[in-house]
């Protein structure tokens, strides 16, 4: 079993920045994928980004493209998601997921591809 944790949320306004991580405990961090997703109210749980086991791949809803990062330090056992140029449609409770792989190459973007789930962490980007 892994246990995911997050952290960074809060209030900011329209253009700021937050960064979220994730910390990862009970397996090997290397060993999965790791992915970002988001739930604002009364709507599903959308996909935000995701990155590879090694790294080298990572994905983005076009949402988001070109304002968030995802990154990984597996010396840490932390996944990121630095969030800039925040709008209030980015809104939502965000969910870090780990998916077990064997791929270290390959990023997953579909909720039932992961295995674990954060509780997750409240961002709310004011007008």
Request: proline fraction near 2%; include cysteine.
């Amino acid at each position: 079993q892994v246990q995911l944790v997050e952290s960074g949320g809060g209030l900011v306004q329209a253009g700021g920045s937050l960064r979220l991580s994730c910390a990862a405990s009970g397996r090997t961090f290397s060993d999965i994928a790791m992915g970002w997703f988001r739930q604002a109210p009364g709507k599903e749980r959308e996909f935000v980004a995701a990155v590879s086991r090694n790294g080298g791949s990572t994905n983005y809803a076009d949402s988001v493209k070109g304002r968030f990062t995802i990154s990984r330090d597996d010396a840490k056992n932390t996944v990121y998601l630095r969030m800039n140029s925040l709008k209030p449609g980015d809104t939502a409770v965000y969910y870090c997921a780990g998916s077990q792989t064997s791929a270290t190459g390959t990023y997953y973007y579909r909720k039932y591809e992961y295995d674990y789930w954060g509780q997750g962490t409240q961002v709310t980007v004011s007008s």
